[in-house]
């Protein structure tokens, strides 16, 4: 899909029956538009998209929606996951890659309660210069979880912030962060995550990483975003 709907939209999911729209393995590259995936009235369950190089955010979400082996990279906007209503509940974002954006990586934009989890995924060298909170993820109720999940290398106007959890957000759970801070306890750990080539965007794990196997062993993905059995 490229600059498919309008000046502002890629996928708008707007009208419907009831049922949530589903996308698969569907590739956004280069898109000069503010969203590319766009749940409003209608929910969207995502697998194995790809975002890359766009002008603006990946997902402005809008209804309960779940995204699976995503790859968004090198994008614009604010947040590539930007949840902004609050009957956006629940949302899922597992097995997906935020890389190398010019924005935050998932951001709650409401105050009210959610149910917002974020398993199994990497969130790194994203970098935000807008004047918003956060780098990596911004959380700040009560009703959120990230857990098994690299957040490292993520800034907010050259300052380092991986994660950011205002009012009553929990602490995440068996996560590696890049320093140490509210991140501490939980299973979690500060440490390079040993990323094969960032340059090239491989953020494949080296067999020196000390993120393998420190997440559960019960209940991850059967696979990685790459295929590959975990």
Do not use: W
């Amino acid at each position: 899909f490229t600059n498919s709907y309008g000046a502002y939209r890629e996928i708008y999911a707007m009208k419907g029956d009831g049922r949530r729209a589903r996308l698969e393995d569907c590739e956004f590259p280069s898109s000069a538009l503010t969203y590319v995936v766009s749940p409003y009235a209608v929910g969207v369950d995502a697998f194995g998209c790809v975002a890359t190089n766009c002008t603006g955010f990946f997902a402005y979400i809008q209804t309960p929606s779940s995204f699976t082996d995503c790859l968004v990279a090198g994008n614009g906007g604010e947040a590539q996951f930007d949840i902004v209503a609050s009957g956006a509940t629940p949302v899922g974002i597992t097995n997906c890659v935020v890389v190398q954006n010019r924005s935050m990586g998932i951001r709650l934009n409401v105050t009210t309660a959610l149910s917002v989890s974020v398993s199994h995924c990497t969130i790194a060298d994203n970098e935000t210069t807008a004047t918003k909170a956060g780098g990596g993820v911004y959380f700040n109720t009560a009703n959120n979880r990230i857990t098994d999940s690299i957040v490292h290398g993520n800034l907010n106007f050259g300052v380092p912030a991986d994660i950011t959890l205002a009012g009553t957000a929990p602490a995440p759970t068996r996560c590696c962060f890049g320093e140490a801070d509210e991140e501490d306890g939980n299973g979690n750990i500060a440490s390079d995550p040993l990323f094969a080539d960032p340059a090239a965007r491989d953020y494949a794990l080296l067999p020196s990483s000390p993120c393998i196997d420190a997440g559960a062993a019960v209940g991850p993905p059967v696979r990685d975003i790459a295929g590959a059995a975990r």
